[in-house]
């Protein structure tokens, strides 16, 4: 019983650390503020962002995208998340730190602005430039409060000291895009173990 005590109890202190490197991988292996959190937006509304602006450690390249504040419609993860449809298609990134030929995990969830013309949604995930996965979202039936976030994810071997990712909406016309949140980096798992 000793041994199977101490067996538990270093499997129960392993978990704990599982729980812990999701965020610290985010900030040491992978991107920072995948969440979106950071500003703030104006609670039960939304921040309008154009090219050259910035999502705290993120950056609009192109178009515009809406920062959708607390309370506004359901997140992901949190309480922001991104309708990468401003006033018209926009395309975000980050740039961060890898270790050339290694194998990373991005992980997001997705969804689309439920308001306006409700219908298939369209992006793409972008490493350095290139696309890497194409994806989409059906927003008919959805609702601000019953956002219908599902997992994506896709993996990228790195080519350098640091590797820049991006998002990108597809959906041509309108402010009613794709909708990301809980961006993540790691390289933690292979596809068949992750989420989503
Ligand atoms: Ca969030």
Not at 32 to 43: I, L, N, T
Not at 69 to 74: K, P, T, Y
């Amino acid at each position: 019983m000793v041994a199977i005590r101490t067996y538990l109890t270093t499997v129960a202190a392993a978990g704990l650390l599982a729980l812990m490197p999701s965020t610290a991988l985010a900030v040491t292996a992978g991107v920072d503020d995948g969440s979106f959190e950071y500003p703030a937006a104006p609670a039960n509304s939304f921040s309008t962002l154009r090219a050259g602006q910035t999502i705290g450690p993120w950056t609009v390249d192109s178009g515009s995208v809406d920062l959708i504040g607390r309370g506004f419609w359901q997140a992901a993860e949190r309480v922001q998340s991104v309708d990468l449809n401003g006033t018209g298609p926009a395309r975000v990134s980050q740039t961060f730190p890898t270790t050339a030929g290694k194998t990373y995990t991005v992980s997001y969830a997705l969804a689309g602005n439920p308001e306006g013309n409700q219908g298939v949604k369209t992006g793409r995930v972008l490493i350095d430039g290139q696309n890497v996965q194409d994806f989409s979202f059906d927003t008919t039936g959805k609702t601000r409060a019953r956002m219908g976030y599902v997992g994506r994810q896709t993996t990228f071997v790195a080519t350098g000291t640091s590797t820049t990712l991006s998002f990108a909406s597809t959906t041509a016309s309108g402010a009613y895009g794709p909708v990301i949140d809980d961006v993540r980096v790691g390289t933690c798992c292979s596809c068949s173990t992750c989420s989503g």
